[in-house]
């Protein structure tokens, strides 16, 4: 069995020029589906700068079409227009773990 081989692709979502009221309201919904998505690991970052009126965001996928559906079931994706690029390569750094001594 041959399995479909993951992509990364970074998202350049532009928030609406005004932030109105419903818009905000989403906001508890949109965080409840990132933590989804950081959980399949169909997400692998997610950024936001309210004064640029900019977030970004790493998704894995096996294509285009398959992060397109992804945004499309976001709460707020009707108030953000996206750009979508796949990633040669994508670098993180590990996070620091605390080790723990059991002395």
């Known amino acids: 069995m041959e399995l479909d081989q993951e992509?990364?692709?970074m998202v350049?979502?532009?928030?609406p020029d005004v932030i109105t009221e419903e818009f905000l309201s989403l906001?508890?919904?949109?965080?409840h589906?990132?933590?989804?998505?950081?959980?399949?690991?169909?997400?692998?970052s997610y950024s936001m700068?309210?004064?640029n009126g900019k977030l970004?965001?790493?998704?894995?996928?096996?294509s285009e079409i398959?992060?397109?559906?992804?945004?499309?079931?976001?709460?707020?994706?009707?108030?953000?227009?996206?750009?979508?690029?796949?990633l040669t390569f994508h670098d993180m750094s590990d996070p620091v773990i605390p080790s723990f001594s059991l002395n």
Not at 33 to 44: H, M, S
Request: glycine share 4%; charged share 20%.
């Open 33 to 44: 589906q990132v933590n989804i998505l950081f959980k399949k690991q169909k997400l692998l």
């Open 56 to 62: 970004w965001a790493i998704f894995t996928g096996t």
């Open 27 to 31: 906001i508890p919904s949109q965080r």
């Open 49 to 51: 700068s309210l004064e």
């Open 66 to 86: 398959e992060v397109h559906d992804i945004i499309r079931d976001l709460p707020m994706a009707g108030f953000m227009s996206a750009r979508i690029s796949i």
């Open 12 to 15: 350049d979502f532009t928030l």
């Open 7 to 9: 992509f990364q692709f």
